[in-house]
């Protein structure tokens, strides 16, 4: 599954025999019949799907949910889509899965019925156990006997539980023996279980664990020695992890259970140590997962007090364990911290090897300025490989690239330089190889202000044709520089005329601002180039509104130039700068803002319209997972999902 290709492009719909349960503490599942796959959402996940009822795309589908205020989080909406189409819940048009079929399973018994006398039943072999005290085999052929006794049980559990499912309306599927197994016995699926109510589900988790019990407590009473194989798979059938059913039991109806899109992510940004630490505080938070560790504590003491029951070892009697209690309470707890500290340290090197990769690029480039530029051979074939990446060049065709690639010739410059051929009056145009270079432009009151940063790939020394309006900057590299230079008459003859001016503005001065702030640095560069393609820029005087209070604002803002003021009610709230953006807020939640825009002086801004804007999040879901990052933390809560009175409306 391309995770970019489903999430951007691919029309997708609901499945055509989709069944589900019945909705139990906010979950339900969701079951693809022919498939026989199985997902579990809340209803706020199930009303998201629903709207794959005709062929959409995902984005199509996230404006909409955006539009009608019904957003989940991000990241959970995205690993919804993902899961869904994992399990055949959403199938792309005409797509047809192999069906799974069903057995025809007729004896069925209603759980209800029997749901109280599977629980005596399973009390009552405990009872026997404890009071006829199980012994070890004797011979083979005792061992012999509770293998076949065991095989028996099994065999029949598993037709109890099948007529269970049967009996409340699930079905049964692949009843088949298990010929590898020790012993052999004969299985059933009966996974569609979690279709039932939950009463139903608790008895058919009972079933398995009463009938062995029962079948154990009798051997311990009529034939000890045949019992050890039964109490080794009673222990499994009761056994606290790795799907054991009865655990099952301590977990079913509890308030706040997690849906299959809140664990064992499969969408990349999900898959971070943040996001499992914050699912472990969240776990450790809830009361249930405190009673699923009690419950293993004790599934585990069971185990080795009825081990040394058997095998009659006097360390493990009871008047010892209450003599030894503390060092065995110390034992279990160290375990448990000895657990956690075991899965702190393997997060740890998960968190500091992403923050080594992070940095590796930024520490590498770091390296290449300033100590190894000054040894590059520019030849012509670096030359032209450097045009053919710059954003602006290689709108040109071949023949142009090459004719400026022969051309240009390599002109260094060393830190804090300045750089009078590519100012006020250009006469040379250069693409940076390496290092950064800054603009500046003189101030009203004679002070100078950098108004721009330049890096690898951009061009210097057009900027009067990009920007007509501001037309005069003053050069200075900021780190040693390696340049590739040549006449801007040359420039003219060659490049100009064949470069739309909406694509000058666009790679000149949109897309070198836009690739240093912080709100796209996790962009693809792609999105970069399309935002910038779609933006405009905007100029506003000094103590001008940019952006009304109480109103609904049809565009999304960043700021270009200078600073803007933030007031609510009259009272200033903060000066944001060059970078900054707002209006975010109000196009995702489709509300009316919260506090005013003004000028503080002369400044320009990035404007996109809130149709554009909208189509440009749902297309890139790494935008739309930073600006819902950005806007949660100005908001002081999660931006999604939208509660009453999360948002003002007019």
């Not at 608790?202 to 079933?207: H, I, K, N, S, Y």
């Amino acid at each position: 599954m391309d995770t970019n290709l489903t999430l951007s492009a691919q029309i997708l719909t609901l499945a055509p025999n989709l069944q589900h349960s019945e909705t139990i503490n906010g979950l339900l599942v969701v079951k693809n019949v022919s498939a026989k796959t199985y997902l579990k959402i809340t209803t706020a996940q199930w009303r998201i799907l629903r709207l794959f009822g005709e062929p959409r795309s995902v984005p199509a589908v996230l404006a909409q949910a955006l539009d009608e205020r019904l957003c989940l989080p991000l990241n959970e909406f995205f690993e919804l889509i993902l899961k869904a189409v994992r399990e055949h819940i959403l199938l792309e048009p005409g797509v047809e899965i192999e069906p799974v079929q069903a057995f025809n399973w007729r004896p069925g018994v209603r759980p209800k019925t029997v749901a109280r006398p599977l629980a005596a039943i399973f009390l009552a072999g405990l009872v026997l156990m404890l009071v006829y005290r199980p012994a070890l085999p004797l011979s083979p052929k005792d061992l012999g006997a509770g293998l076949l006794l065991l095989s028996v049980t099994l065999t029949f559990s598993a037709f109890l539980t099948a007529c269970l499912v049967r009996g409340a309306g699930g079905e049964i599927y692949r009843p088949r023996w298990q010929w590898l197994r020790l012993p052999p016995y004969f299985e059933i699926d009966t996974s569609d279980s979690v279709m039932l109510s939950t009463l139903d589900q608790q008895a058919v988790a009972m079933a398995r664990p009463a009938v062995i019990s029962a079948a154990v407590g009798l051997a311990a009473w009529l034939q000890p020695e045949w019992c050890v194989p039964g109490l080794i798979g009673l222990a499994v059938s009761l056994r606290p992890i790795l799907g054991g059913r009865f655990a099952a039991l301590v977990r079913l109806g509890r308030k706040g259970s997690l849906s299959d899109s809140d664990h064992a992510y499969i969408f990349p940004p999900n898959n971070r140590p943040q996001t499992r630490w914050h699912l472990l505080r969240r776990s450790l938070r809830h009361p249930d997962t405190w009673a699923l560790i009690s419950y293993g504590v004790a599934w585990t003491l069971a185990v080795v007090y009825m081990g040394a029951h058997v095998t009659k070892m006097p360390f493990w009697l009871l008047s010892q364990w209450e003599t030894e209690s503390v060092r065995l309470a110390a034992a279990i707890f160290s375990s448990l911290l000895a657990l956690g500290a075991g899965y702190a340290l393997w997060e740890f090197f998960h968190f500091a090897r992403e923050r080594a990769r992070a940095r590796r690029h930024t520490y590498r480039l770091w390296k290449t300025r300033w100590f190894t530029a000054k040894k590059m051979v520019l030849l012509e074939g670096n030359r032209l490989k450097a045009v053919t990446e710059s954003p602006l060049f290689r709108t040109l065709q071949p023949p142009e690239r090459q004719q400026l690639a022969r051309l240009m010739h390599t002109s260094r410059y060393g830190a804090w330089s300045a750089l009078p051929t590519h100012g006020p009056v250009p006469t040379q145009v250069s693409l940076i190889v390496s290092g950064t270079v800054g603009l500046y432009r003189k101030l009203p009151s004679g002070r100078s202000s950098r108004v721009q940063v330049l890096s690898e790939g951009d061009v210097i020394g057009l900027h009067d044709l990009a920007d007509p309006k501001q037309p005069s900057y003053v050069v200075r590299s900021l780190t040693p520089v390696t340049l590739l230079t040549l006449d801007r008459s040359q420039v003219e003859a060659i490049a100009i005329p064949r470069i739309a001016r909406t694509v000058l503005t666009d790679t000149i001065l949109k897309l070198p601002f836009l690739r240093r702030i912080s709100l796209c640095q996790n962009w693809h560069f792609q999105a970069i180039e399309r935002f910038a393609h779609l933006s405009s820029i905007t100029d506003y005087t000094s103590g001008s509104v940019i952006f009304p209070e109480n109103e609904f604002n049809e565009n999304f803002f960043i700021i270009f130039e200078q600073d803007a003021t933030v007031t609510r009610n009259g009272r200033r709230l903060a000066v944001i700068h060059a970078g900054d953006f707002f209006g975010e807020i109000g196009l995702l939640q489709n509300s009316a803002s919260n506090a005013q825009v003004s000028a503080k002086q002369d400044m320009r801004c990035l404007s996109i319209s809130r149709v554009e804007f909208l189509r440009f999040v749902t297309h890139n879901h790494t935008v739309a997972l930073e600006l819902e990052r950005v806007s949660s933390k100005r908001l002081g809560r999660p931006i999604f999902p939208l509660k009453k009175g999360n948002f003002r409306s007019t």
